[in-house]
């Protein structure tokens, strides 16, 4: 049974697939007006593949934006507080956000570079 305190991974699974199919379309069209303009790829061919994730991949995606969600909030709160006011509004989001994104993307790669450095200390032992 999935935490309830955690975003249902069918609901992330449904984004990442309209995400992953628009992006498919997007690079369809590219290629389609590379080869109308007369440019030929010089790689391999891609063939049209669905994309798919696993189950603990969509598990860990959907703790990771909770976790990102609820960050946010408490930020745009201190803000909101800051201020006087007893909601969020867009303006409290917009103003924390440059520095939230930093944050969280170097939160994000110690995390995995840890993890990538335990995996090399393994291989050389």
């Not at 303009?37 to 969509?58: D, H, Q, Y």
Request: hydrophobic share 40%; with cysteine; glycine share 4%.
């Amino acid at each position: 049974m999935e935490d309830e305190r955690t975003f249902d991974s069918d609901l992330i699974h449904a984004i990442f697939k309209i995400v992953w199919t628009h992006r498919a379309q997007e690079r369809a069209r590219k290629e389609a007006d590379d080869v109308m303009a007369g440019e030929v790829a010089a790689g391999p061919s891609k063939k049209n593949r669905s994309t798919s994730a696993n189950t603990n991949a969509l598990k860990l995606s959907s703790e990771l934006l909770r976790l990102f969600v609820i960050e946010a909030i408490q930020r745009a709160t201190t803000i909101a507080d800051a201020e006087g006011s007893t909601r969020i509004e867009a303006t409290h989001l917009e103003r924390i956000l440059p520095q939230f994104l930093l944050d969280f993307s170097v939160y994000l790669c110690s995390i995995y570079g840890r993890r990538i450095l335990q995996g090399w200390l393994k291989v050389f032992d």
